[in-house]
């Protein structure tokens, strides 16, 4: 595929029909598939559109496995918020995947750094992701990697800038503070080993960093810009986040043009 393959969908429930197509895809022909799951708002539609079509014998995911993006460091087991928990009610709860095939960094282990070597050693034996699934932060991070990441890190911990601490405040009672600092993230680097990347926004708020993804100098400052570089990647968007973009009308065209056989 090479080139980054933008698709701008009519409405922001159609970006889990396009997502929901390609995990399909990969399951149809690979029942055993890794499945990189991330947590976040914008990828719900996809794992509801997942649910329904496991429910009505669609497609199964019983065969496969996934790893989560990132996970806060401390928070307690039975946090809500926990990314671990939060996949469970999300993606695990409406699908056929067992539970105990879903792995994340451990972000209250006492060895943090130990931790995310272990995580990216148990990525490698289970043979690497094939499809990622991707949101993107309003400051154009990816997983947990803040502007100034590494664009070759691999796993590791990071301080949370105060931009995403106010957009996740919404899931902790609107308390910035009740917002952990901290977090364990796959790396830049990590995430573009996967071998296929699925990146799903929604919204005004998105825009400029949808913008930059696409359409921006790949640059640590916007760490989302990588995609540019990764063979097999798709960006889904509804058209408010589409709204900065400078080429949406030849993007709209090429996937109207898009020959049957490529696929997604
Ligand atoms: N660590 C997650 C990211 O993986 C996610 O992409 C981002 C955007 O979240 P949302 O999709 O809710 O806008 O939020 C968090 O910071």
Redesign the pocket.
Known sequence: MDDVEVIITPTPEQTGTVGADAVEALFAAKPDAVLGI??????VGIYDELGRRVTAGRVSLAGGSAFM??EYVGLPAEHPERYRNVVERDFVAKVDLPTDRVHGPDGQAGDLAAACASYEAAMAAAGGVDLQI????SDG????NEPGSSLASRTRIKTLTSQ?RR??ARFFGDDVDAVPRHCL?QGIGTIMAARQLVLVATGRH?AEAVHQLVEGPISAMWPATILQMHPHATVVVDEAAASRLALASYYKETYAAKPEWQGL
């Open positions: 991330a947590t976040g708002s914008s990828p993006l990132d991707l949101g993107v932060g991070h990816i997983a947990f995403t957009d996740n993230t998105k």
